[in-house]
């Protein structure tokens, strides 16, 4: 039976690790693996300097910072920008930030280990839905720190791993929440099962507290001052932004004219 796993298994996985493969092979044969250190700022990036372990233990929680934010968990807050002086590199490994990309690493695992068990009697469903998952996390490579590139902590590289993160989420909710019947019947359903009643509850409060969070953090990217301001409660050392929010309260953007606060 381990066979017959191993054969539905390995065809799903290998097409797409082949294929990463090749693209950074053909990015190293033509020398267009990694930016020039010339082409990139301090100020955007802090850490494309960084090499051995000390590299590896801040992109693994650079990585790990994506992975939260794309689930719905921000453990360094919102920034439309997250540079130099914003996000204090990790110096040891007793730093307990550290927690984060172990606590992704052995989730990853241990479902590789349920996937591969339940493969092995038959199940391949969730092997399936493991792979799918892995194959949208493949969209936050960029950030790794394997290669050296411009980009730093950023909302916007999350946006292709949100997509895969939403349809498992959806699919998880509706085998949580909707047993066989609920399709047919769901208003007596629903009058008799007072624990279904409970978890569509938590699901219409899921989804509020997200139209709130979704809100608020619109509303902060309507205007240049709500944005930078948002910035700098979550970074407030960061020369960039303090730097762009003084040239608003020169008089760059009408309205905000206030060279004391500019200063």
């Given at each position: 039976?381990?066979?017959?796993?191993?054969?539905?298994?390995i065809?799903?996985?290998?097409?797409?690790?082949?294929?990463?493969?090749?693209?950074?092979?053909?990015?190293?044969?033509?020398?267009?693996?990694?930016?020039?250190?010339?082409?990139?700022?301090?100020?955007?990036?802090?850490?494309?300097?960084?090499?051995?372990?000390?590299?590896?233990?801040?992109?693994?929680?650079?990585?790990?910072?994506?992975?939260?934010?794309?689930?719905?968990?921000?453990?360094?807050?919102?920034?439309?920008?997250?540079g130099?002086?914003?996000?204090?590199?990790?110096?040891?490994?007793?730093?307990?930030?550290?927690?984060?990309?172990?606590?992704?690493?052995?989730?990853l695992?241990i479902?590789?280990?349920?996937g591969?068990?339940?493969?092995?009697?038959?199940?391949?469903?969730?092997?399936?839905?493991?792979?799918?998952?892995?194959?949208?996390?493949?969209?936050?490579?960029?950030?790794?720190?394997?290669?050296r590139?411009?980009?730093?902590i950023?909302?916007?590289?999350?946006?292709?791993?949100?997509?895969?993160?939403?349809?498992?989420?959806?699919?998880?909710?509706?085998?949580?929440?909707?047993?066989?019947?609920?399709?047919?019947?769901?208003?007596?359903?629903?009058?008799?099962?007072?624990?279904?009643?409970?978890?569509?509850?938590?699901?219409?409060l899921?989804?509020?507290?997200?139209?709130?969070?979704?809100?608020?953090?619109?509303?902060?990217w309507?205007s240049?001052v709500?944005?930078?301001?948002?910035?700098?409660?979550?970074c407030?050392?960061?020369?960039k932004?303090?730097?762009?929010?003084?040239?608003?309260?020169?008089?760059t953007?009408?309205?905000?004219?206030?060279?004391?606060?500019?200063?």
């Open positions: 039976m381990m066979k017959s796993a191993l054969k539905e298994f065809p799903q996985i290998l097409p797409p690790i082949f294929f990463t493969f090749l693209y950074l092979i053909l990015r190293y044969k033509y020398d267009t693996l990694s930016i020039l250190e010339a082409l990139i700022r301090n100020a955007e990036n802090p850490f494309y300097r960084f090499t051995g372990t000390h590299r590896v233990i801040n992109y693994c929680y650079v990585f790990a910072v994506h992975v939260f934010k794309g689930v719905g968990f921000d453990p360094i807050g919102f920034s439309h920008e997250y130099y002086n914003c996000v204090p590199e990790i110096e040891s490994i007793s730093d307990s930030r550290l927690f984060f990309p172990l606590f992704i690493y052995g989730f695992i479902c590789f280990e349920i591969m068990r339940r493969s092995f009697y038959g199940d391949h469903e969730f092997s399936l839905k493991f792979i799918f998952g892995l194959s949208w996390m493949s969209t936050l490579f960029p950030i790794t720190g394997i290669i590139v411009g980009t730093f950023a909302d916007r590289m999350i946006v292709p791993f949100t997509f895969g993160v939403a349809i498992l989420a959806g699919n998880i909710v509706t085998d949580w929440l909707l047993p066989p019947k609920m399709s047919r019947y769901p208003v007596e359903v629903l009058k008799k099962d007072k624990k279904l009643r409970g978890r569509l509850a938590q699901v219409f899921m989804i509020a507290l997200m139209s709130i969070k979704l809100k608020q953090r619109t509303e902060n309507m240049s709500n944005l930078l301001e948002s910035s700098l409660k979550t407030p050392r960061y020369a932004v303090n730097l762009e929010l003084s040239k608003v309260y020169s008089g953007v009408a309205g905000n004219l206030d060279l004391e606060k500019s200063l």
